[in-house]
Every structure is written in C-alpha cells, then in structure tokens.
C-alpha cells in the first residue's frame, strides 16, 4: 500500500492566519493526490484534486502544490469556517489511501 | 446536483452481513466509478472499493475476502455487503461518486453500523 503521512496531527491557528498542510507519500503518485475538509458529524467535502486544482465552489484561498512526493495545501488566510480537519488522500494506486488528517482548531 | 443516500440497519450482530444501499439522484450512474469508504467513531477514513458501472470492482486487500460492491443500474443504486462483521467494522459508511480526475467529488451524508450483540 501506498503509505500517506499527514503533518501536524494538529494546529492550532487564529482567523487570518496563513495555514500550510503536508503530506507526503511512500512512493511516486504522480498528481493522484486529493484534500478533503470534513466538519464534525458531516462527510469529507474535495478542496483540491490532482493535486492542485481547485474544486468548483471551493474558495480561493485554498490551493495545493507539489514537489516530488510532497504535497501541500495552503489556506491563505483563515476564515472562521475553516476550523475542521483536513485528509489528503491518494488515487494514484488501489488501495486508495488517507492520511490521518490534520485537525485545524482555533 | 448529484444526491447520494445511504440506508440500511444501523445495527449488525457480530459474525453476520453488513448490507447497505447507495441511491443516486440527480444524476445517472453510467459513465462513473462509485466508492464505499468508512470512519470508525473518532478515526481517520479507510477506502473499502469501487466499482464502475459496468460492474468492474477493485477492492481494499484488507477487506477483500469480505467485501462485495454491486450496482444496479436500472434502480441508480450501489450496494455494499460485507461478512463476517466484528466490532472493528463498527463505522460511519459513506459512498461517493469519483470524478475522472479520482478524486471523490460526491459523498453521501453516511450511515453509522455499529456491530454488537
């Protein structure tokens, strides 16, 4: 399987801040790398597919990059409503595989 | 807008079959490859499988020897069985359409099994 490793775990952040997520992957998955916000109690909602492109209806201070096996999402500026957890995720290879996701707090 | 609805039993007997159903609306099932994934209480997300809507499946080695994903088209369903359930099955099951990119780009709302006598 191909492993995801997700850093932080955690963050702690205020409104305004610039946020940067990683994750990175065992092996090369090409672009195959997603992020997904869930809020408590609902499902994982895509930010960013194939890396980084914006998912329609997903705000523009959201965006994700590469560098080999490294990927990042980026919020540039906190809004209230992004106080969730954040996984990426890959599809490059089955099984598809999560990180254990980042949980963003105030 | 493309909907997706789980349903089934929220509760399953230890060593029986977990059997859930997906029903799409808003959109038609052909043309896409549809995923189950699940959440025990307070973890991350683990992928069960997919399948097209032909009927090709591929499934998570994990589960494999358990798990069946089926379609039926005529009724804009997928389905979910997996046996011999254990209390480590106890999750929220979500299902989602997966865009052409690979990236799961619908979910449903999901539906908790807990597995206990």
């Known amino acids: 399987d191909i492993q995801m490793t997700q850093s932080p775990s955690s963050l702690s952040a205020s409104v305004g801040d610039r946020v940067t997520i990683t994750c990175r992957a065992s092996?090369?998955?090409?672009?195959?790398l997603n992020w997904y916000q869930q809020k408590p109690g609902k499902a994982p909602k895509l930010l960013i597919y194939a890396a980084s492109s914006l998912q329609s209806g997903v705000p523009s201070r959201f965006s994700g990059s590469e560098s080999g096996t490294d990927f990042t999402l980026t919020i540039s500026s906190l809004q209230p409503e992004d106080f969730a957890t954040y996984y990426c995720q890959q599809s490059s290879g089955i099984p598809y595989t999560f990180g254990q996701g980042t949980k963003l707090e105030i | 807008q493309v909907q997706l609805q789980e349903s089934g039993p929220g509760l399953v007997k230890p060593s029986e079959t977990l059997s859930l159903t997906c029903t799409v609306s808003?959109?038609?099932?052909?043309?896409?490859?549809w995923s189950w994934i699940r959440q025990a209480p307070g973890k991350g997300l683990e992928w069960i499988g997919f399948i097209y809507f032909s009927g090709k499946t591929s499934y998570n080695p994990s589960l494999k020897s358990r798990v069946t994903i089926s379609v039926d088209t005529s009724k804009n369903q997928i389905s979910l069985q997996l046996t011999s359930v254990t209390a480590a099955d106890t999750a929220v099951y979500y299902c989602a359409r997966q865009a052409p990119e690979r990236a799961l780009e619908y979910w449903g709302q999901g539906t908790l099994v807990t597995v206990s006598s």
């Open positions: 092996q090369s998955i090409s672009s195959y």
């Open positions: 808003g959109g038609s099932i052909t043309s896409y490859y």
